[in-house]
């Protein structure tokens, strides 16, 4: 029981990063249709300059933090204005597939400077564990943990109450209406950008901190695919509770066949199993929307 | 001082090309009197959306392009404008076919209208657009999809008015409403000119309703203004009696064109 209860948490804090990463991935969704195939790219970015900022230049940790979230803003405008604005009018696809390219630029990148091995970070908080419910938790766990779900409760807040939040979701459903009553549309996107790089980044400094960082971190990208299509591309809600039912999902599933079958592996595939279930009952996940119909 | 006739936009021989080759409008002159309500009628396709897309920058999202001619707003050149800086200049477009925002509630869309004012102004301009249309305020939680085509109307004027708007740019506020609620959408419209002192450019197919509260009326076919006058002229007006009132012999709505002896009466003002 206790070996399903530490699976348990231990998915609920992976599946946490799963979901802040999903979150930024949703918000370009949401206000750009493009599905941002660089989105683990962008964790892993995140995660090295991090590393570089706290191991190679030796600042105190919560400098580099933050000096790691203001590079992600300029990261997130650059992608947006280089690359992407010059595509506005494009079909969609063709900013997708750039999508696809900017992850594999994004990588090299990585590896240019860093190269393939793994790198520690240094720990931020203390290894003793905390006692919750009867079960050992690291407080790196606790840590990240709260901090997505603070960052959920702020980008809901910002999308349901702020000005600037509703009018990027009234940019989502109709560029031209939301054009039509002064909001710049390319302000929106840029914006879309910048909180999805500066969320994704704080996802990869918390994976950092847990496991290590290597230039397969991308790959996480990968996982957020199930969680969103879970959850409903377009819903930060689904997102959220996506991501976290992936995380248990998979350590839940990899411990019972480790345990029960002695499969070792299954971790890498229970997201995609979820995945092709989903697609097959509930395309449009479990908050998405589908069209209202008109009356 | 009074100044009955003062120009608040002023349209020059405009000619506007869609994808670089489709001549829309072909040398359009317009005028918007200050405190007016102005109609601009016309048959499907004459380039009526096309004209107030001109002047609210809204072209460029299309493709369009302004290639000849000049739109003046308080004598300022603005067809080089961007559009987000012509809603803070003062001029507010409302689309055809109202695109609210579905999944936005209605205070969340009245929200997006006053995107360009000043937060502490929400408040009172929300009042005063539920002081119009008191049905919103019953339905200000419900999300703007799910209201009937009337209600989407009046959303998409009110959030107009949450921009304060000198000019309002009106396309087609009564396209697929029953009668009766054009009425109440054209007091409506009556009363916020006549109280706000707001200039209106209204653009109709329905002609009727359209002259009954507007000034002045101008006749638009095929990129053309063919035809202008005071509302109660037109209204007057046996060619516009025939071909845009339905009064005609022989029932069915003709276009002027379709009429070998129609006297045309090109006007190129300005
Ligand atoms: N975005 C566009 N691209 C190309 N052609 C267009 C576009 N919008 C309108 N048109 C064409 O311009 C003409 C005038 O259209 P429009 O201004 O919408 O007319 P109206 O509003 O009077 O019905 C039509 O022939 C239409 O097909
Ligand atoms: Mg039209």
């Known amino acids: 029981m206790e070996y399903y209860l530490q699976l348990i948490v231990n998915g609920l804090v992976v599946g946490s990063i799963y979901s802040l990463v999903a979150l930024g991935f949703v918000i370009i969704y949401k206000a750009t249709k493009v599905v ?24 105190p940790f919560l400098v580099s ?21 010059p595509l506005i009018g494009e079909p969609i696809i063709s900013v997708i597939m750039v999508t696809v390219g900017l992850s594999t630029v994004l990588k090299s990148l990585v590896q240019l400077f860093w190269g393939t091995q793994i790198r520690v970070f240094p720990p931020v908080l203390p290894s003793e564990p905390i006692w919750v419910a009867g079960v050992p938790i690291a407080p790196i766990y606790i840590a990240a943990f709260v901090l997505s779900g603070l960052l959920f409760a702020v980008f809901s807040i910002f999308f349901k109450y702020s000005r600037t939040g509703i009018a990027m979701r009234a940019t989502a459903m109709d560029q031209q209406a939301a054009q ?32 290590g960082i290597n230039a397969q971190l991308g790959h996480l990208g990968l996982k957020v695919f199930p969680a969103v299509i879970l959850g409903g591309l377009d819903s930060l809600l689904g997102a959220a509770l996506g991501g976290l039912i992936i995380g248990v999902l998979e350590n839940v599933a990899d411990g019972f066949m480790q345990q029960v079958f002695s499969l070792p592996g299954f971790k890498e595939v229970a997201a995609y199993v979820v995945l092709v279930i989903i697609l097959m009952i509930r395309p449009y996940g479990l908050f998405g929307t589908r069209e209202i119909e008109r009356v | 001082m009074n100044h009955p006739a003062m120009d608040l936009l002023k349209i020059e021989n405009l000619e506007v090309v869609y994808n670089d080759v489709i001549l829309v409008l072909k040398g359009l002159s317009l005028r918007a009197q200050q405190g007016r309500i102005t109609a601009l009628l016309g048959p499907n396709g004459a380039g009526k959306s096309t004209t107030l897309k001109a002047v609210s920058g809204l072209i460029r999202t299309e493709d369009g392009e302004i290639t000849e001619g000049a739109i003046r707003y308080l004598d300022q050149p603005i067809h080089r404008t961007l559009p987000e800086r012509i809603v803070r200049l003062g001029i507010f477009q409302v689309m055809e076919g109202r695109r609210v925002f579905e999944d936005l509630n209605v205070e969340e869309n009245l929200r997006c209208g006053g995107f360009t004012r000043p937060s502490s102004e929400f408040p009172a301009s929300l009042e005063r657009v539920y002081a119009y249309f008191p049905r919103l305020q019953e339905r200000r939680k419900q999300l703007a999809g799910y209201l009937s085509g009337g209600e989407q109307q009046m959303l998409a004027i009110g959030r107009a008015l949450m921009a304060k708007p000198k000019l309002l740019l009106l ?49 638009l076919e095929n990129g053309r203004i063919v035809m202008d006058g005071s509302s109660t002229s037109l209204l007057n007006n046996p060619d516009v009696q025939e071909f845009y009132l339905g009064l005609g012999h022989g029932g069915e709505k003709r276009s002027y064109r379709d009429v070998k002896h129609y006297r045309r009466r090109k006007r190129w003002l300005g």
């Not at chain 1, 941002?36 to 600042?59: H, P, S, W």
């Not at chain 2, 006549?194 to 209204?202: D, K, P, Y």
């Open chain 1, 180 to 211: 039509s009553m002064g909001i710049g549309v390319k302000n929106i996107f840029a914006l879309s950008w910048c909180i999805a790089a500066v969320v994704s980044s704080i996802g990869g400094i918390i994976l950092g901190n847990i496991n």
């Open chain 1, 65 to 85: 933090f933050l000096m790691t979230l203001i590079f992600s803003v300029v990261l997130g405008l650059c992608i947006e204005r280089v690359i992407l604005r």
């Open chain 2, 171 to 219: 396309d087609e506020p009564s396209l697929g409403l029953a009668p009766l609620l054009v009425e109440e959408i054209f007091t409506i419209v009556q009363r916020v000119n006549a109280e706000e002192g707001m200039t209106i450019l209204l653009v109709e197919q329905n002609a009727r309703a359209a002259l009954s509260i507007s000034h002045h009326g101008y006749i």
């Open chain 1, 36 to 59: 941002n195939f660089a989105q683990g790219e962008m964790v892993m970015v995140g995660a090295y300059i991090c590393f570089a900022l706290t191991v190679q230049m030796g600042l």
